[in-house]
Structures are given as structure tokens and as C-alpha cells.
């Protein structure tokens, strides 16, 4: 064989390695970057001697992250942070079902949803379950497992108009009585709202309280739940017929990548806190704005 054809073949393995190289580069680069994901802090809740805050970890990382992967600074300076995921034996949920006459077409498919939800959480999880009806029920008042809130939901049938606000208000009564621990509302509906209060008014009474709301929606999105669930800290899924349980599926997955981080309360507010986590995709990390507690929580007041 001569040289010149020795030349050519081994350019030619050259060029084949060098596209095979292009066309493998975007995609590990590509999922380089999905395992690195990303962190939001989705809810501030400032107290005279306490932070709470919510961070949401993209994709969701199985197993839950360790609390020592987590770190909050301000100003530089760490601070002492208590971590427990949302989804932890810790937790306290309160489902409200719309059990309206206008909801019954699709009060089936929710209670089936709903239960395969309360279903995936720890059996130490704390569970109740209201009805939004006429006159708003709690049909499995609070017990750690799902077989009380089961069997409550199971007694569950439609009738008479919404009174989702009032619904929501019976079910913060039930979850335990402590902002350091995760609290949630989960809440099916096919209402576009709550009634006749506004969205900043319904955010702002659970942004008081600490508590997470959870939306999953017969129907599409409304401005309204989108914003109540965000301000929260929360989720909001819409379904189709027959889809509920994908849309508590959908909530599930996202609240598995929230976790609670309490620090104490640090120099004066309004402030910046940074958060870090540390993920086998990498550290990352979000700044927060803290703003100063409500008047009637302030040092003094």
C-alpha cells in the first residue's frame, strides 16, 4: 500500500471521529446540564425570631436530598438551618374535594386521584380531608395514615352549591398548629376561583399561616389559581376527564422537590439570604428576598 493511500484512509478516520464527536456533543453537554438542574426559592415567610423559606429542586432529586446538602448565608455569613423535605413524615395535609353539584361530573375521578395521592405520602403523614359544599364538612378530621382520610372521602357525595373560600378555611384549622413543620392544603376542584375572594386576599391569609396550597383543577388554568398556588409556594395542575390522578401525579412529583428550610431571623429586615444546595449534578444555588415580618409579628409589637 502506498503512503498517499495510507494519507487518505487515515484522514478519512480523522474526519469520522470528528463528526462523531459533533454530533455527541450536544447531547452529553445537553444532559450535563439537566443533571445540574436548577433551585427556586418559591415562598418567603418572615417572623419576628424565624425565616421559613421553600425551595424547589429541579428535576426533583431521588432520594430526597440529605440536610446537610443545603446551606443559607446572609451577608456572607452562614446561618443555622433546620431542612426537612416537604414530603417527610413530618408533614400535615388537609384535602378539600369540590363536592358541588356543579362539580359532580368530575367527583369521581377526583376522589380516585386524591386518594392515590394521600396514598404515596409517608404513613406518619397527618391527614384530614374537608368537603366544599354548602356547608363545608371535615369528613376525616386529622390522624397520622390515609385510612381515616379514605374512609372519609369514600362517604363523599355531591350536592349543593360551593363555598370553596370557607372550605379552605375549615381545612388550615386542621393542619398542626406549627409553621416549622410542612403544611399543606390539597384541594380538587372544577371552580375557577374561590368564591368571592380575591386572589391576593386568599394567598395572603396562607401566606400568614405557612401553609402551602396545592390546586389540582378539572379544567384548564385560571389566573387566579395560578396565583394563589404561586404566591404560596405551591402547585396547580389542570386536568381533563378522566385525568386526575395524572394531575395529582403531576403535584406529587413537584412537591417531592420542595423542601422546608428554617434559619433564625438575622440583623435587621428586609434582607438578601443566598441559598446553596449541593446535588450529584452539582451545587447550586438562589438568592431571596426577605422581606420585614407583619406588623403584629414584629420584635415588640
Do not use: N
Not at 47 to 59: G, H, N, T
Not at 170 to 189: F, G
Not at 246 to 272: H, I, K
Amino acid at each position: 500500500m502506498s503512503s498517499s493511500s495510507r494519507r487518505r484512509r487515515d484522514r478519512r478516520g480523522t474526519l469520522l471521529a470528528a463528526l462523531l464527536i459533533a454530533a455527541c456533543a450536544p447531547q452529553v453537554f445537553g444532559a450535563s446540564a439537566a443533571a445540574a438542574g436548577q433551585l427556586d426559592v418559591v415562598a418567603v415567610r418572615p417572623a419576628a425570631d424565624r425565616v421559613s423559606l421553600v425551595a424547589a429542586v429541579e428535576p426533583p432529586p431521588k432520594p430526597a436530598l440529605r440536610p446537610e446538602s443545603f446551606s443559607v448565608t446572609a451577608a456572607g455569613a452562614p446561618l443555622p438551618t433546620r431542612v426537612t423535605p416537604v414530603v417527610s413524615g413530618q408533614l400535615s395535609v388537609a384535602m378539600v374535594v369540590d363536592a358541588s353539584e356543579a362539580g359532580a361530573p368530575a367527583l369521581q375521578d377526583g376522589l380516585s386521584g386524591a386518594a392515590g395521592f394521600l396514598l404515596q405520602l409517608p404513613v406518619t403523614v397527618r391527614m384530614s380531608a374537608v368537603t366544599d359544599s354548602d356547608l363545608p364538612t371535615v369528613v376525616a378530621p386529622p390522624a397520622p395514615g390515609a385510612k381515616d382520610a379514605l374512609s372519609g372521602l369514600s362517604t363523599v357525595r355531591a350536592g349543593g352549591e360551593r363555598a370553596t373560600s370557607d372550605a379552605l378555611t375549615l381545612a388550615l384549622r386542621q393542619l398542626a398548629d406549627s409553621d416549622a413543620q410542612p403544611r399543606v392544603v390539597v384541594l380538587y376542584t372544577s371552580a375557577p376561583d374561590a368564591g368571592g375572594e380575591a386572589a391576593v386576599e386568599l394567598a395572603g391569609r396562607f401566606q400568614q399561616a405557612g401553609v402551602l396550597l396545592v390546586v389540582v383543577r378539572h379544567g384548564a388554568a385560571t389566573p387566579y389559581w395560578s396565583r394563589v398556588t404561586r404566591d404560596t409556594g405551591g402547585v396547580f395542575a389542570g386536568t381533563g376527564p378522566g385525568r386526575a390522578e395524572a394531575g395529582f401525579d403531576q403535584v406529587a412529583a413537584a412537591l417531592a422537590g420542595r423542601y422546608l428550610l428554617v434559619v433564625p431571623t438575622a440583623g435587621s429586615l428586609p434582607a438578601t439570604v443566598s441559598v446553596r444546595v449541593d446535588t450529584a449534578g452539582g451545587a447550586l444555588s438562589a438568592d431571596a428576598a426577605v422581606p420585614a415580618p407583619p406588623v403584629g409579628e414584629r420584635a415588640g409589637a
